[in-house]
C-alpha cells in the first residue's frame, strides 16, 4: 500500500517540480570543489518547524519546488549535497553540505534557502565550516603505508553518511611536530583495513567554529564504519581528543528530488 | 470509577484501531533480530506535543490508529518494541526499540511515523543506536563464570525496562585487551547474584552516536536491579565511564495496543 | 486589601473543590510508606504553561477540582505530598513526592494527573526516583553517636522542604566499606547539632535516574538549614560528590488545598 | 526627538500609576534589612515573554500599574529593589532583589507578582538566595586592614549593579580555618583600592541554591569594578572557585517609577 | 535571474529608508571611539523571531525603516557597527559591535532597539562587555618585536570578521607578571605573519561578563585567519584557556542599508 502512494507521489513531485526553471546546472566544477586543497566545506544542519508539516501538501511541494530553484541556481559556484538525518539524529531533518572556495557564496546560498518560502520553516540546528588541506603528516609517513593509503574506496552506492566534529586538546598542539607526526603514523595505520568500505574526507576548521576538525565518512558497511572508529579510539592519539563528536550526525546520501519527495509526504 | 472508564475506553479504543488492515505481521524473524549478532538496535525516545492532548478524542483515536497502521506494516522486517516513559522518564513520553539488520530500515519506519497525523505531534526527544555483536570477553572467563552466565532469567512479565547509554573514557581504550578483560571479569561476576531477575542486553554504538554502549534491562524486581547498578559502580572498570545515564531512561513494557489506549485517554 | 481578596477566594475554592467525591481517602498506609524501607519515592517537578494564567478564574477552578480528585483517588494506596516551588526555586512551580511500594503505581497517578483538564498545562520540569533502605552505616557507629542520632526533630510545622540530589564519584565507590564507613561517620557526626531543627530522609536512586541518593530536608529554620549544609561541605567525604544540587530544589510544604488556593488566584 | 517623547511619556506614567493607593510605604525597617545579620536576600530575574511588547501601551500601562501596586504593598515588610538588565545582560531584562527576614515572605511577594496581570508576562529566568552573616574573617585580620575597611564608598549615585554568583570546590572546604582565613585576607587586602568607588555585599548561600555565595557590587565606575575583579582573580583563593559568574548579571540601579516608564514603552 | 530582483529591491528598500530624518550623523568621535582605551565593547547578537519572515514585506520594510532611525539617533554618541551571521554562525542572526565611554548609552541604544516595532521581532542570543585598554605587555617586548606590530594590516575592505571570547584559567592568573609577559610574547611573536591580513583588536572583560577577553578579527583571507589560530593553539599560552570560542562568532561585515536589504527579502 505505501509503495502504491509513494511511486504516485513520486511521479506527481518529479512532475511538480521539474517545472523550475534551471538557469544554469554546469557543475562543471564540482570535482574540483570535492578533490582540491583551499576549499571550504560548510555542514548546515536544520529541523523543520511545527507548521511545517501541517500545511497542505500542495502547499509543501510548492514550497519544495523553490527549494529546488534555490539549490541549483547556486549550483553554478557550490558544490551542494543533501542527507537525510530525520529519525538516525535526534539533532536536525536534514543536512546540507556545501563546499565553495568563499564563504561568502555559501551564506548567499543559505540566506536565499533560509529566505524562501520553504525556508521559513527551517530552524537552523548547526553550522560548522572546514578547509580542505594538503596532507600534513602523510609525506613523512613510510612508503609502504603511503602505498596503502592510495587504495581507493570500493565503487557502488555508499547510503550512509556520518559526520563527527573534532576538537583537541591543548595538549596536543602543545607536542612537537614529530611526536604528533608519530601518533598520527599509527592512527593512519589503524584505518587501513577500512578503507575500501568507508570513504572519508577531513576539514580544517580553528578558528572558523568551536573545532578543530570536521571528519566525513561514506560507507555501505555501518558495522565496518564502527569497527573503524573503535580502532581508532584504542590508538594513543586518541586520548587528546577533548571533544569528538557531540553531535555525531548520521544520515542518509540523498538526492535533492528524493528529499523532495520524502518532505513532500 | 477510574477503573470502569477505563474499560470502556479499552473496549472503544481497541474496536476503532483493530478495523485496521494489518498487511503482515509475518512476524517469523523478530526472534533472530532479538538473538543474533550484526543487528542494529535503535531506541528512539518521543514526547508528544501541547496539541496533542488539547485534540478531541475521537481525533486522537484516529490518529492513534494510523499509528497502529505504521507499527503493523513494518513489523515485517522489524522488530519493534514500545515502551510508556511519561510519568518515570522526564526526557520523553514513549520509547520505540527497534531491531533491524539495515539501519535504512529504522529510518524509513520513523519516517512513516513521523510523517503519519499521529507523528506530527512527536517531538524527537533522543535517537541512539547500536549493533550487537558477539560477547567480547565472555571466551576468555573461567568455565565456572561461563556455566553461571548461562542461567536465563525467570519467566513471568517483566513490566520495567530501562536504558542506560555509556561512554568509556580514553583511558579505557587504552588499556590492553588483558587488562580489560580481567575488569570485565570482575564486571561480570558482579552481575551473576542477579541474572535470575534482571534480564539484560548490550550493543555497542561507536561512531553509531555520541556513545560506546548502550545497556538495556527488564525486570520485574526495580530493587534488585538497583542493586546491581549499586555492585556495578563498586567493580574498578566504572571508573572507566566517561557517561553512565545521562538519561538514564526509565519505563515500563507495553503493548502497542497499551500505549494506544493511554495516549487515546 | 490583598487579605480580604484572599478570604474570599479561599472560601469560594474550597466550597466548589470541596464537593468531590472523595471514593477512600483510607490514609492508613501512609505512616508506613513513610517509615519504612523498600519504599520508592518520586519526586516530579512541573511548570504551569503559560496558558493556564490566561483561562478565566472559573475554568481554574474546575481543572483544580479535578487535580484534587485524581490526588485523592491515588491516595488509597500512594503517600502523596505537594509543594509550592514557585518565587523560590527557578526550576519549577510545583513539586509532587509520592511514596509507592511499585513504581508502576505511582506511573499511574502521574499518568492521570498529566491526562486530566488540569494536567494538561503541567510540562514536567523534572522526575527523580529514590529507594528507601535500612541505614547502611549506622549499625557500626559508636553507641554514643547511636544515642544522639535517636533525638528526634522538634514538633510543630516545619513550613520549608529542600531536596537535594547527589552523584558520588566512581573513587567513592571504587573505596573499601571500611573507609566509606569512617567518613560516613565523620558525615554523621556533622549533622548532630541539627537533628532537632532539621528533618531528613534519604533515598538510594543508583539505576533508577542519573543520581546516587536523593536528600530530602524539611526545617522550619533556613538558618540552621544553610549552617547543616556548611558543616556537611567541611567533611571529607563531601569530596566524593560529582554532583550536589543541581538542582537544588526549595519550596514551601502546603496542603493540597493551599496548592489549589494558589493556582487559583 | 526621543527626549520629547520620553518626557511626555513620564508625565503620562507617573500620573497614571500615581493614582495606585499604596497602603503603607512605611520603609522604616529597609536600613535594619539592607545592614543587619540573618537577614535573607533574593536576587530573581526574569524577562518579558514575546506577547508583553505586543500589547497596546495603554494595556500595558494598566498592567504596570498592578506591579507598582504589589510592590508598595510587599514594602512594609521587605526590602525590594529593582534593576534593569535589558540591554546589558542576556539572561534577563528586570531584576528583583529581595530583602526578608522569612524567605516565605519573599515567596509570599513573588507568588503576587507573578500572579498579577502584569507577571503572567514574565518568564523565570533565575531565583538565588542567600543570608547576610556577620564577618567571618575579619575579626581576625592586621588592624590596620581592619581600619581600612572601614572607609565607606564615596556618596552619589551608583548607576551600575553587578551580581557574580560562586560555588567554592570541594577543596577549599577541607582546607583548614587557617589556611582559609589566610587567604581570605590576601582576598580582602586586593579589595582595598577599590572600596570608595565599588560597594560590595556578600551573602551565603550554602543549602539554599546551588551557590556558596553571592557578591553584589554597586558603582559608578565600571572600570574600577572591572580592575577589582582582575585584583581578586590573581590572588590563591580564586583557585578555589568552582563556579565564578555564569552568569554575571550586570545592569544599571532604577527607581520602580523608572523601570515602569521603560517597560511601558 | 536574483540579481534583477536584487537590484530592484536595494533600490526601492534604499529609496523608503532613505526618507528617514537622521537628526545628526556627526560620527565625528567614531575614530576616537574605535582606537582609544577607555572605551566600553559590547557585542550584542540577535536572532529574529519566527513571525519576523512572516510578515508582509512592507511591513518589514516599515520596521526596517525604524532601525534605521533608531542606529542613526545614536550614531551621535556611539560607533556602531553591523555584522550578519545568518548562514555562517548558528547562533544569531546578526551582531552589534557598540563602542561607547559609558555602557549606559550602549543600554539606552538596546533599549531603543528592542522596544521599536522592529526590535520586537528580535530575541536575544548573546551580550558580550569589554574594555579597551593599553597594551599590557607590549612595552616589554624587543624592539625588534615592537617595530614588527607597527606594520599596518593591508588596506582594503574585510569582508570577514570573526568574535572570539575567551576565558582564561585560575593558573593563569596566579602565574608572575614575567612568566605571563613571556607567553605573552611568545604569543605575539605567532600572530606576526597575519599582521598584514588579519586585523585584530582585543577588549578586556573580567567581571564585565563571564569572560576575560574578547578577540575581535577582521580579514579578506579566512585561510590565513584559520593559520593565524592554529598557530595561537601551539604557543605555551594556549593551554591556559579555560575557554576559547563557545560560541566562535563568524559573520561577514556589512553596512546598515545591505542588513536592511538583506532583512527585506
Known amino acids: 500500500m505505501r509503495s502504491a502512494i509513494s511511486i504516485f507521489m513520486r511521479f506527481a513531485v518529479l512532475v511538480l517540480v521539474g517545472l523550475v526553471m534551471v538557469s544554469a546546472v554546469g557543475a562543471a566544477d564540482r570535482d574540483k570543489l570535492l578533490s582540491e586543497p583551499g576549499v571550504y566545506g ?76 520553504f525556508g521559513k520553516h527551517l530552524k537552523t540546528a548547526g553550522v560548522m565550516h572546514g578547509l580542505t588541506k594538503k596532507a600534513n603528516y602523510v609525506p613523512g609517513f613510510p612508503d609502504q603505508l603511503k602505498a596503502e593509503l592510495k587504495i581507493s574506496s570500493e565503487p557502488g552506492p555508499k547510503p550512509y553518511a556520518i559526520v563527527i566534529p573534532i576538537r583537541k586538546s591543548a595538549d596536543w598542539w602543545g607536542l612537537d611536530q614529530d611526536k604528533r607526526a608519530a601518533m598520527m603514523q599509527e592512527h593512519t595505520e589503524a584505518t587501513v583495513p577500512y578503507l575500501k568500505t568507508v570513504k572519508r574526507k577531513l576539514y580544517h576548521s580553528s578558528g572558523l567554529d568551536d573545532l578543530d576538525f570536521i571528519t566525513y565518512f561514506e560507507t555501505s558497511k555501518l558495522e565496518d564504519f564502527h569497527s573503524l572508529v573503535l580502532a581508532l579510539e584504542k590508538v594513543k592519539e586518541f586520548q587528546y581528543n577533548r571533544r569528538f563528536g557531540h553531535p555525531t550526525l548520521l544520515g542518509t546520501v540523498r538526492s535533492l528530488d528524493e528529499i523532495i519527495e520524502v518532505l513532500a509526504q
Not at 511545527?50 to 557550490?78: M, N, P
Not at 538516525?88 to 565553495?100: E, G, N, P
Open 42 to 117: 560548510t555542514f548546515a544542519a536544520f529541523s523543520l518547524d511545527a507548521d511545517w508539516a501541517k500545511q497542505d501538501q500542495t502547499v509543501r511541494i510548492a514550497q519544495l519546488t523553490l527549494l529546488k530553484g534555490v539549490v541549483e541556481q547556486h549550483r553554478e559556484k557550490l558544490a551542494i549535497d543533501i542527507y537525510l538525518l530525520r529519525g538516525l539524529s535526534d539533532h536536525a531533518d536534514v543536512l546540507f553540505r556545501i563546499h565553495a572556495t568563499e564563504l561568502r557564496e555559501t551564506q548567499q546560498f543559505l540566506l536565499d534557502l533560509q529566505g524562501s518560502l
